[in-house]
């Protein structure tokens, strides 16, 4: 199947620092991206949505300013979290969806992010 | 109230059990998908449902878009079937997805 690689898989950096994670499609061309956080025992909460060459859609309480999202081609997503608080620390998680609206969704590994 | 439910919340099993988890969602929708998450945290993609039953090994998936409700069934459970399943529907407008709160499963040998 299709593979979506997430990088990198965990992080630790100090309050007030910035952190980029990675999302890439490997085989195969993602016309949207989607970034999920997950806390402890929860279900997947979806931050925003991206399609290649457009900007991101942010989803209510979500702070575009904060959670940075580029998506430059149809191969890579970028999620950077801005001036990092320990409130940021949580599960991030990526989605590609090879045709909108219908098409199936490949997960990546997912990154965890401590802020101290 | 959530736009897609779950239940139940939490099902402990023995081995070799029948399982069904069952999705109830209230928007429309283009697709039904179900999410399996191990407890590393990775997510697979096990099924994507539009109409009908789809079928994967000892997993089988059904939706009823009159009824607005989909059930996800494990024949011959195992312990590596433990894991969080999560339902989610997608939107043709706006592609949103709207996801479950999960159903934490465990298989007891």
């Known amino acids: 199947g299709a593979v979506v690689s997430q990088h990198p898989s965990w992080v630790i950096c100090k309050s007030g620092t910035s952190v980029k994670i990675e999302c890439r499609s490997l085989d195969f061309q993602a016309t949207t991206m989607f970034w999920y956080r997950q806390f402890p025992k929860q279900s997947l909460m979806l931050m925003a949505t991206?399609?290649?060459?457009?900007?991101?859609?942010?989803e209510q309480g979500v702070e575009k300013d904060k959670f940075l999202i580029n998506h430059a081609s149809l191969t890579l997503s970028t999620l950077t979290v801005t001036s990092a608080h320990p409130e940021d620390s949580s599960f991030y998680i990526c989605?590609?969806?090879?045709?909108?609206?219908?098409?199936?969704?490949?997960f990546g590994e997912g990154s965890r992010l401590t802020v101290l | 109230k959530n736009e897609v439910e779950q239940s139940p919340q939490n099902l402990t099993a023995q081995e070799g059990e029948f399982i069904t988890i069952n999705c109830s969602y209230s928007?429309?929708?283009?697709?039904l998908h179900w999410l399996q998450q191990h407890p590393g945290g990775g997510i697979v993609s096990l099924f994507m449902?539009?109409?009908g039953k789809k079928k994967h090994g000892r997993l089988i998936a059904t939706i009823n878009i009159q009824e607005k409700h989909s059930s996800l069934h494990i024949t011959a459970s195992h312990p590596r079937d433990s894991a969080v399943y999560i339902c989610?529907?997608?939107?043709?407008?706006?592609?949103?997805?709207?996801f479950g709160t999960g159903t934490s499963l465990t298989v007891i040998p």
């Open positions: 449902l539009s109409s």
């Open positions: 989605s590609a969806q090879m045709l909108q609206f219908t098409g199936e969704l490949f």
């Open positions: 991206s399609n290649e060459g457009s900007k991101a859609t942010y």
């Open positions: 928007v429309g929708i283009s697709a």
């Open positions: 989610a529907g997608g939107t043709r407008i706006g592609n949103q997805f709207y």
